[in-house]
């Protein structure tokens, strides 16, 4: 039981290169969760899915893209990768518990120059 | 907008002591308020939740303080060890359309000196 798994590890992009994050969970959850972590920032979401299929726009989705063809895979997207989008991602899954405790992977540290 | 705001930003402690992070909400629908253990290069671990319906809640060393009226919420490290050095994250989550969705604190990073 692996739990939330995120590829790559580290990736450094040049200024308008996409690039696709991908995020894995073998705990069977139904929601999937994409949040940056910025200093000083917290974590904010960036998309989340309530099932295979679906996607939703968090906090601030602009610049990205989600998808979720697979109840186990959660894609995160960026079409043309600008300096601000350097930070580190978390992918992140739940289930009800009496509360939606999420599941944390490893993290991407993205850099943009 | 933050709907959660976390002090301090930093703290450091001796060995032994109680360190204690604050978190406050604005939001009345929020009905969960976990807080999250994050060491360097991991991603957050969930640490110790509460819900409204109590004022505290303990698990080992780690006890929430909770005060609904306040809109106010505690973590209280006892006995504190160097291994508790982390970043401690508040959050929180409830109401009809984003029950899943997690608001997060900015965070506080620990120190505990031996």
């Known amino acids: 039981n692996a739990g939330v798994t995120q590829t790559p590890k580290f990736r450094v992009l040049k200024t308008g290169q996409s690039m696709t994050l991908l995020c894995a969970q073998d705990?069977?959850?139904?929601?999937m969760y994409w949040y940056r972590q910025d200093p000083g920032m917290g974590l904010r979401l960036i998309h989340y899915?309530?099932?295979?299929?679906?996607?939703a726009k968090g906090e601030v989705p602009d610049g990205y893209n989600v998808s979720r063809l697979k109840k186990q895979n959660f894609l995160l997207g960026l079409e043309s990768a600008a300096p601000s989008q350097t930070s580190v991602y978390f992918c992140?899954?739940?289930?009800?518990?009496?509360?939606?405790?999420?599941?944390f992977g490893p993290g991407t540290r993205l850099t943009v120059t | 907008q933050q709907q959660v705001k976390q002090s301090p930003q930093s703290l450091i402690v001796q060995k032994g002591g109680i360190p204690i992070i604050n978190c406050a909400y604005e939001?009345?629908?929020?009905?969960?308020f976990p807080w999250y253990q994050q060491f360097p290069g991991k991603g957050p671990a969930l640490l110790i939740a509460?819900?409204?319906?109590?004022s505290e809640k303990k698990e080992g060393r780690f006890t929430i303080s909770f005060n609904k009226s306040a809109k106010q919420f505690s973590l209280h490290i006892m006995d504190s060890q160097p291994g508790d050095s982390a970043t401690y994250f508040c959050?929180?989550?409830?109401?009809?359309?984003?029950?899943?969705?997690?608001?997060f604190g900015e965070g506080t990073q620990l120190t505990v000196n031996p």
């Open positions: 992140a899954s739940s289930i009800w518990t009496g509360a939606y405790e999420q599941y």
């Open positions: 705990m069977n959850h139904e929601y």
């Open positions: 899915s309530v099932g295979e299929g679906t996607t």
């Open positions: 939001n009345t629908a929020f009905d969960y």
């Open positions: 509460i819900r409204p319906d109590v």
């Open positions: 959050a929180a989550s409830g109401g009809e359309t984003s029950g899943s969705r997690l608001t």
